[in-house]
């Protein structure tokens, strides 16, 4: 199987990122956060191989244009949201109630933000992306924290990274409307984890 | 500052980066005029932070700032953050160079608006509050900007990272302000306890809060979007953070500038 290995180390994205042609039958792969970040791969199965043709096609992840932006913006939504999901439906034992009801709202606006570039990217949306989150814990308080973080991170790096390449001034103000929701939640994650820490991002 | 702070407030040195990119020309009037708008704010945040900190000093000249902190981290946060709003300041001002606007003293300002927060430095719920209303602002004024710097990407990929770090810090105070009393201010705007936009608690800081509520996005209704019966009315508004127009936050900025320093 050959991964295109999706690294983000700071608050800049890489045009690159995304720059790569995923098919629909392609997913977004949760690999694992360090010290340096947090890396997505885009791998295309094997089995997967045989869905691709032309008349299906696939969707062009890359920022030549503002509907590439978007759907660079709903596929990270679509991962977030589906991550929240699962934290939601069953959170660490150890969670209190105010982080159940918190986590609780966070998959709410993830799903929010997935459906509002659903509806808005309409046709020219990409398809629903599949999952794996396989390699991490759900039942373990600091595995879902530490992966909560990073994909808050992520997404606020994410969309500031974007910000710059989106030449209409609408859609750079909806990213605009997200983005500071998705650094509230990055800010409260950080402080779960380490108090005072809502902003040591590197 | 330290290096760990400075690389929150600056992620990748933003600072090298503007020069990189308007070091050697002008800025567009339009930017130079958003960039002093929001050099004006970061000043605000700065010195109200500042002279809480300042004053719970030892040995400080500062002497009106009575209040106690609950604790070292919450004097820590605010340290942080009142270092951030400085790293700001110098960063805008740096970018800006002869084009800045003259500075803004602690002297200019009055955190007590005229009276309406009294007890600003000398009841700790009241600080936070009033900090709540800057920060909230702080990102609403940002992003109400963000369409003016289209012309200079640099500097709008550099607003934005002040825009979220702006966003953290209204997330942790609202934080603060739930760990020091007994009302709950969850880390994102939400819709008040009466269905109102101000979720604040605090009626006298309506203005920070007008049009938070907005529950449809570029023609979509977010609430039950795409049969999502959990996007109630409140997820709709938490979800999606609102501008504020130039105009609207100079209102706020200058209830907290003496009246020979407002801004117009």
Same mark, same amino acid.
Request: net charge negative.
């Given at each position: 199987m050959k991964h295109n290995e999706l690294e983000t180390k700071n608050e800049l994205h890489e045009k690159?990122?995304?720059?790569k042609t995923v098919g629909r039958r392609s997913f977004l792969q949760y690999a694992g956060a360090g010290a340096a970040g947090i890396a997505l791969v885009a791998a295309g199965c094997k089995k997967d191989r045989g869905y691709e043709n032309p008349i299906m096609g696939g969707a062009t992840l890359d920022f030549k244009d503002d509907f590439g932006v978007l759907n660079y913006a709903y596929a990270l939504e679509q991962l977030e949201a589906a991550f929240h999901i699962k934290v939601a439906s069953a959170p660490p034992a150890s969670f209190t109630a105010a982080q159940k009801a918190y986590f609780q709202d966070i998959q709410f606006h993830e799903i929010a933000h997935r459906e509002f570039f659903k509806a808005a990217l309409s046709t020219a949306a990409i398809g629903s992306l599949e999952v794996d989150f396989s390699s991490i814990d759900f039942t373990s308080s600091a595995s879902v924290l530490g992966t909560a973080m990073a994909f808050e991170d992520l997404g606020v790096a994410a969309y500031n990274g974007a910000g710059p390449r989106i030449k209409n001034g609408t859609y750079l103000l909806l990213a605009g409307k997200i983005v500071s929701v998705e650094a509230r939640h990055a800010a409260y994650v950080r402080d779960l984890i380490s108090n005072g820490s809502f902003a040591d991002f590197k | 500052m330290g290096k760990k702070i400075s690389l929150a407030a600056m992620p990748l040195a933003l600072g090298s980066m503007f020069q990189k990119a308007y070091g050697q020309t002008a800025l567009p009037a339009a930017v130079v005029d958003v960039l002093n708008f929001a050099l004006s704010l970061e000043y605000l945040e700065y010195h109200f932070y500042n002279h809480c900190i300042v004053g719970k #000093?030892?040995?400080?000249? @500062?002497?009106? $700032?009575t209040f106690n902190f609950p604790n070292a981290a919450s004097q820590a946060a605010i340290t942080t953050i009142r270092d951030h709003e400085k790293a700001h300041v110098d960063l805008l001002v740096g970018a800006l160079g002869?084009? +800045?606007?003259a500075p803004i003293a602690y002297a200019d300002t009055d955190f007590r608006a005229g009276g309406t927060f009294s007890t600003v430095y000398s009841d700790y719920g009241t600080f936070l509050a009033v900090a709540q209303g800057f920060e909230d602002t702080g990102v609403r004024a940002y992003k109400g900007q963000a369409g003016n710097l289209l012309v200079s990407p640099g500097v709008l990929q550099t607003a934005l990272q002040i825009h979220s770090v702006e966003a953290r810090h209204a997330s942790h105070i609202r934080q603060m302000r739930t760990a020091a009393g007994t009302a709950i201010y969850k880390p994102w705007v939400s819709l008040g306890a009466s269905g109102q936009a101000n979720d604040s608690g605090v009626p006298q800081v309506d203005a920070v809060y007008?049009?938070?509520?907005? #529950? $449809?996005q570029a023609g979509a *209704?977010? @609430?039950?979007?795409?049969? *999502? +019966?959990?996007? #109630?009315k409140a997820v709709a508004v938490e979800s999606f953070d609102e501008p504020l127009d130039k105009a609207s936050v100079i209102t706020i900025a200058n209830l907290f500038l003496k009246d020979c320093k407002k801004l117009s």
């Open positions: 690159s990122l995304f720059d | #000093t030892p040995g400080s000249a @500062v002497t009106d $700032v002869s084009s +800045a606007r007008a049009g938070e509520d907005l #529950t $449809v *209704n977010i @609430v039950g979007i795409g049969g *999502n +019966a959990g996007i #109630t």
